[in-house]
């Protein structure tokens, strides 16, 4: 593969970005997914000249030939993390070398370019210093990143597509549980998995998703938040959510997680939080955990907590998983002690409340 070239984005500022007042409404309740930064940023890529033409445009909608691959092959890859700004206004990035590789592991799987790690993180903070009036101040929101690459050549043939197109976009994010950590229900699929041996359950990549919305949309009607998702062997180990990785506590103060198994998204947030409950004092076991497993433990009171995490929502916590039949709910349903000290030791560090003993937190923009 040919050297890339430096990187060194051009700049083209929007002709009309969002003013102050309209911004403020937006900030005020942004949701999630739903507003857009006014800059986007782009960069391609063929075999012949590496990755080329980073630049910053204005947002706006892509163009694209019917025959573009992607649309046809599905392949494409995506990240998400998040900016924070601090109370003293500095915006920071929280283990953002840790996206940018496994992005790259996750293009390696589709058969996709590698964005260098360089690119990558530069990519984030050239958007950011054109959007830094986006990055919300204040109740645990934050400014959501979606670094995202497709197959942009057009051509119905199926080999790896010769023209790759990156993107990144941004959009603020309100506090997940404004109201405080809310319990949420999810249901089993035993008849869908979200990914099987030797497949791309470990890559972050659209497909993977294309395949979690029926049964998450079986979950909804069940009245469940999310869908948990079963090894697709054995149909007996509970691997993970549609997108977000699961810990349960136990009676001893003893923390487990599915190890991570080819098949499940290995989460920076699950990697974070193993690290942060050992520095509290936890034991925490990688291994595998069987639907039985979470039934009885939740029955006889060895789970005491069950929980998930991932970057939009940090952690929510597990008030019972339901399947056809039956239910299991551990401790009293409420949101667990450990799982509130928990994502209060990782969000404190995010948004600088805390010291970073790790060295994990980024800065893009200073106060
Ligand atoms: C993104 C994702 C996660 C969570 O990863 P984080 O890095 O913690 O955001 C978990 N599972 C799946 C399937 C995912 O796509």
């Known amino acids: 593969m040919t050297a890339s070239p430096a990187f060194a ?9 969002r003013t102050r007042d309209e911004l403020g409404v937006i900030l005020a309740n942004p949701g999630f997914g739903n507003y857009f930064t006014d800059h986007m940023f782009l960069a391609k890529w063929t075999p012949d000249e590496g990755w080329a033409y980073p630049r910053i445009v204005p947002y706006g909608p ?5 025959a573009t691959a992607v649309l046809h092959y599905a392949q494409e890859v995506f990240e998400g993390l998040k900016a924070y700004a601090h ?3 500095s915006i920071w990035l929280f283990r953002p070398e840790a996206n940018a590789e496994r992005m790259q592991r996750s293009a390696h799987r589709l058969a996709l370019p590698e964005l260098p790690t360089d690119w990558f993180i530069g990519s984030i903070k050239a958007l950011i210093e054109v959007d830094a009036a986006w990055v919300p101040n204040g109740d645990e929101k934050s400014l959501y990143l979606r ?5 942009s050549e057009r051509f119905l043939g199926v080999r790896p597509s010769q023209h790759v197109t990156y993107g990144l976009i941004s959009s603020p994010a309100g506090a997940y549980f404004p109201e405080g950590l809310k319990p949420v229900s999810i249901w089993l699929s035993t008849e869908y998995a979200r990914a099987g041996a030797g497949g791309t359950g470990a890559a972050k990549c659209g497909g993977n998703y294309a395949s979690s919305l029926l049964p998450q949309q079986e979950a909804a009607a069940q009245g469940c938040a999310q869908v948990a998702f079963l090894d697709s062997t054995e149909h007996k180990w509970v691997e993970e959510l549609g997108g977000m990785n699961l810990f349960y506590v136990q009676s001893d103060g003893s923390i487990v997680t599915p190890e991570l198994s080819g098949s499940i998204l290995e989460g920076i947030t699950r990697d974070s939080l193993i690290t942060l409950a050992r520095d509290l004092g936890h034991e925490v076991v990688e291994r595998r955990v069987s639907i039985d497993e979470w039934r009885d433990g939740c029955a006889d009171g060895t789970i005491t907590e069950v929980f998930a995490c991932g970057t939009a929502a940090v952690v929510t916590p597990i008030r019972s998983l339901k399947w056809e039949g039956g239910e299991a709910v551990p401790g009293d349903g409420e949101a667990g002690k450990v799982t ?12 600088g409340r805390a010291p970073d003993r790790h060295g994990w937190l980024q800065q893009v923009l200073p106060a």
């Open 147 to 151: 670094p995202f690459m497709f197959a």
């Open 62 to 66: 892509l163009t694209l030939d019917p």
């Open 9 to 17: 984005p051009t700049v083209e500022l929007h002709p009309h970005p």
């Open 87 to 89: 109370a003293d206004g």
């Open 340 to 351: 509130s000290e928990l994502r209060a030791a990782l969000v404190d560090i995010q948004y």
